[in-house]
Each structure stands twice: as C-alpha cells, then as structure tokens.
C-alpha cells in the first residue's frame, strides 16, 4: 500500500531549529492532505500542521510564527520547518498523509508514519 518515512528529528536546544522530512511511497495515486501530529509523553496525539491539496494550511495555535509546512506533490514529500523550539515542544513526530487514493484500490484512506523524536532542552 503506502509506506512513510520520517527523518530529521534530533537533541537540539531551546531556540534552535529542526527540518521533518517525510517521503510517501507505494501504489499512490494522489494525496490530498500531508501533515504532522506529535505525542508527547502522557498527552494524547494532536495536529501540529497540514497542508492540503491546494496549498493551503492550518497550524496549531501553538506554533503558529515559528513552524512552516510544505510539501513537494510531484515527489510526494512533505516538510515541516521548526524555528525557535521550545522545550514544549518535545514529543514524537507523526508524518500524515490523509484521504490517500491508492492504485488499485477503492476509496479514501489515512496513513502515518513510525515517528521521529524531537527533543528540546531548555
């Protein structure tokens, strides 16, 4: 089907930045939605961006000014810039791609990635 890959996340310090990449691969016909959730250690999962089919994008409110998502359609990749960390901002990473049509297959489906982890120190 589809498989996600994540690279990027590391130790960085308070104030320090970060590239999340994610490679979507297998039977894709297209994506419509490409994004990041985290998790945090006793919290539950929650949206941290998305950028949809067009372009457009939603950020949690909590990053707003300091991460920036993007995506490449023709590679099916997408990209989350994190500029100005903070140690709240430590959690496993989850790659989204959502409302996926796969070759060969009827419908609509969601995958995610294993999670990278993103630690800031402060």
Do not use: H
């Amino acid at each position: 089907q589809v498989q996600l890959g994540e690279s990027g996340g590391g130790l960085v310090q308070a104030g320090g930045s970060l590239r999340l990449s994610c490679a979507a691969s297998g039977r894709i016909f297209y994506i419509n939605d490409m994004g990041w959730y985290r998790q945090a250690p006793g919290k539950q999962r929650e949206l941290v961006a998305v950028i949809f089919n067009g372009g457009s994008t939603t950020y949690a409110e909590s990053v707003k000014g300091r991460f920036t998502i993007s995506r490449d359609n023709a590679k099916n990749t997408v990209s989350l810039q994190m500029n100005s960390l903070k140690s709240e901002d430590t959690a496993v990473y989850y790659c989204y791609a959502g409302r996926t049509e796969v070759r060969g297959m009827t419908g609509l489906r969601d995958y995610w990635g294993q999670g990278t982890q993103v630690t800031v120190s402060s």
